[in-house]
């Protein structure tokens, strides 16, 4: 490996620590649906609330991250991150500190802002540390330090709560952690010595919003990944519910089904890379999973056994997240956008592929009020066709795609 390939040791230690912010984030928003039966025997609420709670969750995320992201290309990234860490741990602490609903729903926009917030931070961060030839390794441990906070937030989650003597005392566990690391975020982050004087080179803010809005292809991804974060969503916070009621399960049942989802994306995230490597061409690796994923979630309500559907589960997860290192890498390498640019790019995706989520908990509220629930998960199913269609567009980025275009204009 060459030394311009390396990644610097300081930067690799910036990133470990936004990825234990980014797995606590993942465990906050995917043990929603395990937490709910919890959070209603406390606190006496129904499927309206936990739907409000769900939507919380992504609704906060639309309008945050893209100023944060316009802050992240004028500052450094230490002080946005800051803010970041610190809306997790106010997240938890709220939570687990919560007496009312009313703490608990504040504690849920705090986790959202955090949510949406990383994303564009982080673009700047990468785009200071990273080089590119590392960036779809390094996409691919972003996504897997969600997807295990992801599986600590299902498959773990009951567990941990037992553990610890109630769902509360769990939160106030996390959210300690959470601020531990921003008090260390403040004395570990220094901006890349080698990077001195980019800040003053970036564009003008104009000049970066009209390079995001000519490339196509933030647009298309952030709508057709909308499609895909709505069953996710859907399915992780109220499949469970579903369950319980009509498939007899209990509690630790459906979190270790749930559970599966993340574990099926551990693996996708790690075998992304290779696979993409393999292929050659970045399509391949995205717009075939939008057909897939309306199969295998419509399949999470075609069975009740309970090992059935873990490994349905399991190809949820899977299918979910092996195309996402590929579409993050894909505003890096189009070589049209500046770091600032990449960073907006990064998150109006990441703002504007909330809203399927954001959707999710708001169209379940609403659907459940004339249908069964399971009818109701089974609309959302067919969301993922946004992302077959929208990706089929996108321009080529592999390296096999490359090679052709350079063959066909020499």
């Known amino acids: 490996m060459s030394k311009a390939d390396k990644i610097p040791s300081r930067g690799l230690l910036i990133l470990i620590c936004a990825w234990i912010i980014v797995l606590l984030n993942g465990f906050g928003q995917f043990s929603l649906g395990i937490f709910i039966p919890y959070m209603q025997s406390q606190f006496g609420f129904g499927i309206e609330t936990a739907s409000a709670l769900s939507t919380a969750t992504s609704l906060a995320q639309l309008f945050t991250t893209l100023p944060l992201a316009i802050i992240a290309t004028r500052k450094s990234p230490k002080y946005t991150l800051m803010v970041v860490f610190g809306c997790a741990s106010a997240a938890y602490l709220l939570q687990g500190f919560a007496v009312n609903v009313s703490m608990i729903m504040v504690g849920r926009v705090f986790l959202s802002i955090a949510l949406g917030g990383v994303t564009a931070s982080l673009a700047r961060v990468k785009s200071d540390w990273i080089p ?19 599986v600590i937030g299902t498959f773990l989650v ?34 890349n010595p080698d990077n001195n004087g980019a800040m003053e080179k970036h564009p003008t803010l104009k000049q970066v919003l009209k390079e995001v809005f000519k490339e196509r292809a933030v647009w298309l991804l952030a709508i057709g990944w909308a499609g895909t974060s709505m069953p996710w969503l859907a399915f992780s916070t109220f499949w469970p519910t579903y369950a319980i009621d009509n498939l007899n399960m209990t509690t630790s049942m459906t979190g270790i089904i749930v559970g599966m989802m993340p574990v099926g994306s551990i693996v996708a995230c790690l075998i992304s890379p290779v696979m993409a490597k393999a292929i050659g061409r970045d399509k391949l690796m995205l717009w075939p999973w939008g057909l897939y994923l309306c199969a295998v ?8 056994s309970f090992w059935v559907l873990c490994a349905v589960f399991f190809l949820m997860g899977f299918g979910a997240f092996i195309f996402v290192p590929i579409g993050n890498t894909v505003i890096f390498k189009t070589g049209t956008l500046s770091p600032g640019a990449i960073t907006i790019g990064s998150s109006i995706i990441s703002s504007v592929s909330c809203l399927g989520g954001t959707f999710a908990g708001m169209a379940v509220g609403m659907l459940t009020k004339h249908m069964p629930l399971k009818t109701a998960l089974a609309w959302c199913c067919l969301a993922p066709l946004w992302w077959f269609a929208l990706t089929l567009f996108v321009p080529e980025t592999g390296a096999k795609g490359k090679l052709i275009r350079r063959r066909k204009y020499v």
Not at 158 to 186: C, D, E, K, P
Not at 297 to 304: H, I, N, P, R, V
């Open 132 to 150: 590119l030839s590392r960036m779809t390794r390094i996409n691919s441990l972003d996504s897997f330090s969600t997807t295990t906070g992801n």
């Open 158 to 191: 009951t567990s941990l709560i037992l553990l610890m003597g109630n769902w509360q005392n769990l939160m106030r566990v996390i959210g300690f952690i959470a601020t531990a690391i921003f008090v260390i975020w403040f004395f570990v982050y220094k901006d």
């Open 297 to 304: 979630y419509y399949l999470g309500l075609c069975f009740s």
